[in-house]
C-alpha cells in the first residue's frame, strides 16, 4: 500500500476506498478464522494509506467469487458455505461497531454464469448485509452480475424492501449499459477507470457516479483491471480532448465522494 499510495498522492489522488481481498488471495483457506486474518491485513492496509495522507473508507467483505468457488468444488455444502459467509458478516458487522472498518464489501452476486446453489447463497449473503447496513448506517459496495436494467430493477427494489439508505449501496464496476440504467434509477455506482469506458461515459451520463481503478494489490494479478494513477492520467485526457469540462471532474472526484462517503473534502 505504501508504493501505490504514494504513486498515487503524486498525481493527485486525495481517497481510496480499499476493500479486502479474499483469504485466498492472501495465501490463507477458506475458513471463517482466514477472513477474520484477511480483514487484519486490509485494517492495516488502511492505516497505512491514512498515515501517508490519503482519506480512506476500509471495507470487509466475503467476495462472490470466493463463494461461488467454494461452492462449485462442494455443491453439496452449500447451506454449509452459507452459514460460514453469514457469520463473516455478522462478524464484520461488528468490526464496523468497533471502529476497525467503515462498510462492507465486497459483497454481491458473481458477473460470470455461477451453478445456481452458489447465485442464490450470495444473493442471500447480500439481503443479509444490506439488512445490517441498514442498522449501522454503513456502506456497502455490491459486486454484481451486469445484467443492466434487470440487475438494477432487483437492486431497487431490494434496496426498498429492506429500507436502506440508497446512498449507502454502491453498485461497483459497473458496464456502461447498468451505470445507465443505475443512473436512470438514481442508484449510485462507480465505473471502472478505462479510457474507453471514461470516455463513453463522459457522452452518456450525468456527473453523479465514481470512478474507481479496481485494483487488485496482488503480486500475481497487479493491474488486472487498471492502476489508481491511470484513472487520473485517463481523466485528464479527457479534459484535454475537451470531452468534460472541469466542473464534471470535481462532482465525480470530489463532490460525489464526499457526499456519498462522508469524508472531508481535499
Ligand atoms: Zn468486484
Same mark, same amino acid.
Given at each position: 500500500?505504501?508504493?501505490?499510495?504514494?504513486?498515487?498522492?503524486?498525481?493527485?489522488?486525495?481517497?481510496?476506498?480499499?476493500?479486502?481481498?479474499?483469504?485466498?488471495?492472501?495465501?490463507?483457506?477458506?475458513?471463517?478464522?482466514?477472513?477474520?486474518?484477511?480483514?487484519?491485513?486490509?485494517?492495516?492496509?488502511?492505516?497505512?494509506?491514512?498515515?501517508?495522507?490519503?482519506? /480512506?473508507?476500509?471495507?470487509? $467483505?466475503?467476495? !462472490?467469487?470466493?463463494? %461461488?468457488?467454494?461452492?462449485?468444488?462442494? @455443491?453439496?455444502?452449500? #447451506?454449509?458455505?452459507?452459514?460460514?459467509?453469514?457469520?463473516?458478516?455478522?462478524?464484520?458487522?461488528?468490526?464496523?461497531?468497533?471502529?476497525?472498518?467503515?462498510?462492507?464489501?465486497?459483497?454481491?452476486?458473481?458477473?460470470?454464469?455461477?451453478?445456481?446453489?452458489?447465485?442464490?447463497?450470495?444473493?442471500?449473503?447480500?439481503?443479509?448485509?444490506?439488512?445490517?447496513?441498514?442498522?449501522?448506517?454503513?456502506?456497502?459496495?455490491?459486486?454484481?452480475?451486469?445484467?443492466?436494467?434487470?440487475?438494477?430493477?432487483?437492486?431497487?427494489?431490494?434496496?426498498?424492501?429492506?429500507?436502506?439508505?440508497?446512498?449507502?449501496?454502491?453498485?461497483?464496476?459497473?458496464?456502461?449499459?447498468?451505470?445507465?440504467?443505475?443512473?436512470?434509477?438514481?442508484? /449510485?455506482?462507480?465505473?471502472? $477507470?478505462?479510457? !474507453?469506458?471514461?470516455? %463513453?461515459?463522459?457522452?452518456?451520463?450525468? @456527473?453523479?457516479?465514481? #470512478?474507481?481503478?479496481?485494483?487488485?494489490?496482488?503480486?500475481?494479478?497487479?493491474?488486472?483491471?487498471?492502476?489508481?494513477?491511470?484513472?487520473?492520467?485517463?481523466?485528464?485526457?479527457?479534459?484535454?480532448?475537451?470531452?468534460?469540462?472541469?466542473?464534471?471532474?470535481?462532482?465525480?472526484?470530489?463532490?460525489?465522494?464526499?457526499?456519498?462517503?462522508?469524508?472531508?473534502?481535499?
Amino acid at each position: 500500500m505504501a508504493t501505490i499510495g504514494k504513486k498515487f498522492l503524486e498525481v493527485g489522488g486525495w481517497f481510496t476506498a480499499l476493500v479486502s481481498l479474499p483469504p485466498s488471495h492472501l495465501g490463507f483457506d477458506n475458513t471463517f478464522n482466514s477472513y477474520v486474518k484477511a480483514f487484519e491485513v486490509v485494517a492495516s492496509e488502511c492505516r497505512v494509506a491514512k498515515e501517508l495522507g490519503l482519506r /480512506v473508507v476500509c471495507f470487509a $467483505g466475503i467476495h !462472490p467469487a470466493a463463494v %461461488e468457488d467454494e461452492i462449485s468444488r462442494q @455443491p453439496k455444502q452449500s #447451506v454449509k458455505v452459507l452459514e460460514k459467509a453469514l457469520a463473516v458478516i455478522d462478524y464484520i458487522a461488528k468490526l464496523i461497531r468497533n471502529g476497525i472498518v467503515d462498510g462492507f464489501g465486497e459483497v454481491g452476486r458473481p458477473h460470470y454464469r455461477a451453478i445456481p446453489e452458489a447465485f442464490v447463497v450470495n444473493n442471500m449473503v447480500m439481503v443479509h448485509t444490506l439488512t445490517l447496513a441498514k442498522d449501522l448506517n454503513a456502506p456497502v459496495h455490491l459486486h454484481l452480475e451486469q445484467g443492466g436494467e434487470a440487475t438494477v430493477i432487483d437492486i431497487v427494489k431490494t434496496i426498498k424492501t429492506i429500507d436502506v439508505n440508497r446512498n449507502k449501496v454502491i453498485l461497483h464496476h459497473l458496464s456502461v449499459a447498468t451505470a445507465k440504467a443505475s443512473q436512470d434509477r438514481e442508484l /449510485v455506482f462507480t465505473i471502472p $477507470g478505462k479510457y !474507453p469506458i471514461l470516455r %463513453e461515459c463522459a457522452g452518456l451520463l450525468k @456527473p453523479t457516479y465514481m #470512478v474507481e481503478s479496481d485494483f487488485i494489490d496482488d503480486p500475481r494479478r497487479a493491474g488486472v483491471s487498471s492502476y489508481p494513477w491511470n484513472i487520473v492520467e485517463n481523466q485528464k485526457r479527457l479534459l484535454e480532448e475537451g470531452l468534460v469540462n472541469e466542473e464534471y471532474l470535481y462532482r465525480i472526484n470530489i463532490d460525489t465522494i464526499v457526499k456519498l462517503y462522508g469524508v472531508q473534502p481535499p
